[in-house]
């Protein structure tokens, strides 16, 4: 497990609504260790909410800003970032540059080539996304059930609630990089939710990329887009 100490939560569940699950999802550039837009609007962002009691108000993004009038669909894509860890500069990679479903998802040198790039699709207007690699066109995922620990995979990009929404997830500015909490943990209770986690803050490549609970203070589970 990665060392940090576990934020208090606090009570987060009042006012929480269902993740709006759209027609089909967007894309959206995200600029490189920007804040990122928030497209919270009708539809409160449960582990937006969440996890702003883990690492402060000030580290969530404005709620404010809306999404753009009209996004290319997946397909249309054209931007796409390495999604590099804060504590080691490394990429979490598709092991073998496979195109298969349930392909685990590793830490490994950055090289920039298409199954270490991400596209960043933000879903309707409720402040999630999901990174959809460039190679194989899937999802960075969690399988269901869901539980600390559990190694991170590329899955389908399915939004319903049949597929558990392991694949979406809710980035949360926290000072120079984002958190990526598991949406799903926290609209399922989990208090701290689950977080995008290096395994023990490994610099090796191939170290498991992993849920663990939330930490204020864990740089493993600080990532930037480049």
Known sequence: ???????????????????????QAGAAALAPRKTIRSWIGRTAAVAVMAATAAVGHAAVVNAAERAPDSVPSPGAVSVYYE??????????????????????????????????????????TSGNIQLRNKNSQLCLAAGFPYYEGEVVRQLDCTLDDGSGLGNVWTPVWDGGSYKLVHYYSALAGWNPPLCLDLDRGSRSDGAKIQLLRCASDSNAQNWYFA
């Open 83 to 124: 999604l590099r860890n804060n504590h080691t500069d490394k990429c979490a990679d598709v092991e073998n540059a496979s195109r298969s479903w349930n392909a685990v998802v590793h830490q490994w040198t950055c090289h920039r080539q298409p199954h270490q790039l991400w596209s960043i699709d933000p879903i309707s």
């Open 1 to 23: 497990m990665s060392t940090g100490t576990i934020a208090p939560w606090g009570v987060v569940a009042r006012g929480l609504r269902r993740l709006a699950l759209p027609a």
